[in-house]
Each structure stands twice: as structure tokens, then as C-alpha cells.
């Protein structure tokens, strides 16, 4: 998160509104209280069942009222008002209830600044909570937000949810938001840091909080453009993946500009309002990502939205994106726009910098591989499982200490294995993920003097077809 932290103002009017209200929750001596601001009705809302969940996910603190009031909406079913909880780190104004409770449809507002971890388990807070059908978290910084994992209140939170209301959050709120967080708890990362060195201390991440449904493998990103914010994204989609930290070895950053709102339905669909918002999906593991080195990951996938504009987190597209690439540090340029891709069926271009090279059959053993020892590296090799019994070999060299990592991006149509092997065919690694259209990634290293000849034997594991497999072959 940026160190700047978003201001919460309340006029002298507004304060003396609301000042009868303020209560103490869990008071100690041995850290500041939590501070409980309630606006509009006293009593919560009783009803049987809610039409939700809804979501708004917000590049900036502030609320935008379009996708609000379009959650508010789709939880009360049109009918009815609901109580909604606004949960803060710091501050003691209420910025986000003065816009809500001016909404139709809305009961209540409370806000609840917590300013401890211990907070989290606090019985006020977390009854607030759960007679709650909307819960938004403010901006501030994401990593006193995190300190709650595991808390009453993330148990709360999911309540809400599984009930038929709804959640959503500003720049930190948006972060905590997501399945992968950056939590920015050692230190705020730019762009630039990230794809100089994706292992920098400032990249630190949480997860196992929020998983809402539609929503797995995500890592959220806020003040997007304004702080020209794509390069980090890069850099923690790379690291989700890298880490393992994603269910299926694909992860997809979701970046909204400043004064922009994400509302996603109860059937993941994603509606922007405002101006800009990105999804930045890495299918393959990375090139090179390493402690200490830039990062190279060729080949982001990029879908712009612009007002009014969807995103179906439920059936994520596999088409309309436009294509990125990072090498050894430096991304491609202009970063935010490109030319969609509308044939999904032409692989992409290879990596800059590096060459292609295409299967040439038959290749279905070491003495009949393809040699792609001559070739530019990176290099992007394709070819297809033509059946369900294929094997494609390729041949390349490595020098002493020289390391070659593969990464492949395999379609949906067959899972496919990757081995790496010896000059006498013994198998060095290999990667085995189960599943067809499971990418598959592995590297070796060589040990001894001299140059030597080893091979990527690509195998058909279940499926067949004439959908193209990409191997990116890089040498480090």
C-alpha cells in the first residue's frame, strides 16, 4: 500500500450529528478502544433471507455510489433496507456512512475503527457484524487489516456473505479483498522495485483470508493508473505463481484506477463504473523470478475495462485481452493499452528479445528430436498433442553453471507432462500437474564443466488435439 494514506474528514455539522452516538467497545488499559459510530436507525433490519452476495471492489477509499447502491440493490432484492458496517484501522470520522446512509435502501451505517488485533475478537464488534448485510472495509493500510485473519471477525465477515449479503473495500479494503494480498507489511513497493527484484522485501503477501466465491487466484491492486501501478501487478501475479500460492498455476491481478468500482454479482459478474479498471492474468510459471534478479515473464494476458464495461469472474475469458511481456526487468511499452486478441487459436508471439521455433514432426524420440540449440533465447516452442500417446522431444545445450527453465502453457483440449532429461534420456525433473489445461513448469541446472546436451520431452498424459502447447525455454 502507498504510504499515503487516505484522509477521513467529518464536518463540525455532521460531528455533532453523530457524537451522541459514539460508544467504547472493549475498553482496556492496555491499548487505545475501539471507537463504534452508529448513523441512521438504532435497531437492525430482521429478515428471513437476502438476494446476494454482491461485491464492490474500489481503486480508491472512498465510496462511488453507483456500485453501492447497485449492491444494496441486489441484496434487499428491491425490496426492503439493510444495515451496513464500514470497518477502519485508524481514524475517528465517518466519510463512508455520510454518503451511505444518504442511499435508498439503507437502515444503518456503523463505523468501527479497529486499532488492534485483539480488536478482531471483540463481542461488539463482531455482533455488529453479523446483523450486518453489507460489510466495507475503508482504505488506510491493508496490513493492519490482515492481523485479523483468524480472528472472530474474518468468521464474521464470511457470515455476511454466506447469508445472501455482501462486502466490499477502498484501496486497503480493496486489497484485503482478494484471494492473494499484498499486505505492504514490511514496506510499500513500487514498479519499479518489484520488476528489478519480484523477492524485494516490500513484497509480502497473506492469504488464506477472504476466497469469495468466483473470485479464487486473484490478487487485487488499487490507485492503479494514477500510480502507475501495472509493473507491481506483474510482479505479484509472477510471485502468486511462482510460490505456489494458487490453486491451478494461473493467478490474475485485478487492478481499479482511483475513483473507479468493480461491481460483481452473485454470479461473478463484474460491472466497472468510472474509469478504468485491468485484469492481468499470468497462465505459466515465470521465466526467470528470482531473489536478487528482474523478473522475465513473457506473454501477460490484459483485459481493459472502461466505464460500463464487464469481466466474467465466473467463466473468465480466454479471449479480448491484448499481450504484455517483462524481460529482465523492463517491461513492454505502453503498458495500459493494446490490440485485443480475438482468435485465441494463433499462439502468441514470442517473448522480446527472443526467438519461436515450431514442432517439426516426426519428433517422437531423442534420436528424432528437434534441435533448438542454435536458436534466441528466450525462445517459444509450440507444437500439439496430436494423440493421446504423443511424445514431442527437443534438444538444447547448456554451458557450465548454465541454468534452463521451461515453463508451458497447455490448453484446455489435454494435459500434457513435461520431462527433462539427460544426454542418455535419464529424467533430470519433471512436472506432472494433474488436469488438462494445467500449465506445467520445471528447471535444471548444469553441474559440470563443459557443454552438454539434454532434452524437453513434451507427453500427451489424457486428450488429444490440434490446440497448440507454448514452452518458453530460457537460459539464466
Known sequence: MSPFRNRRRLSVVAAAAVLTTLAPVGVTAAHAQVTRIRQ???????????????????????IVTATMSRAIDAIRGGTGTIDVVVIAGSGTTTPECDVITGLAGVNSCTTLTLTATRDGNDAQ???????????????????????WKGTALEASVESVVAKGGGVGGG????????????DACAASTTSAIALDDPYDRSLTFTTGMFRWPHYADTVNDSHFVERDRMGRTMAFVARAIKDGRTSGGKAWGVGVDRDSSLHIDRNGLATLSGGSAYVVLGDHQPEVAVAGQPLTYSNFKIWKLTNGQTYDFANRPTCGYYLKSVNAGIPSSNLYSGTPVTDCTTPPPPPPGGGSFTEVEPNDSRSAANDVSGHSYPL??????KSSSDRDYYAFTLNSRQKMTVACAVP?????????????????????????????SASLTRRTSGTGTYYLD?????????????CTLTKS
Open 458 to 470: 513434451v507427453e500427451a498424459y489424457s486428450g488429444s488435439g490440434t490446440a497448440d502447447y507454448t
Open 171 to 182: 484501496s486497503a479494503g480493496h486489497h484485503v479483498n482478494s484471494d492473494i494480498v499484498y
Open 125 to 147: 464488534v463482531n455482533t455488529d457484524v453479523r446483523n450486518a448485510e453489507f460489510v466495507y472495509f475503508a482504505g488506510g493500510n491493508q496490513c493492519n487489516y490482515v492481523a
Open 412 to 440: 484446455t483440449a489435454y494435459d500434457a507432462d513435461i520431462y527433462l532429461l539427460d544426454s542418455g534420456g535419464s529424467t533430470v525433473t519433471r512436472s506432472v500437474n494433474d488436469g488438462a489445461g494445467v500449465d506445467e
Open 380 to 385: 517459444t516452442v509450440t507444437g500439439d498433442m
Open 40 to 62: 441512521g436507525s438504532a435497531a437492525d433490519v430482521s429478515r428471513a433471507a437476502w438476494s446476494g452476495p454482491a461485491y464492490t471492489m474500489n481503486g480508491s477509499g472512498g
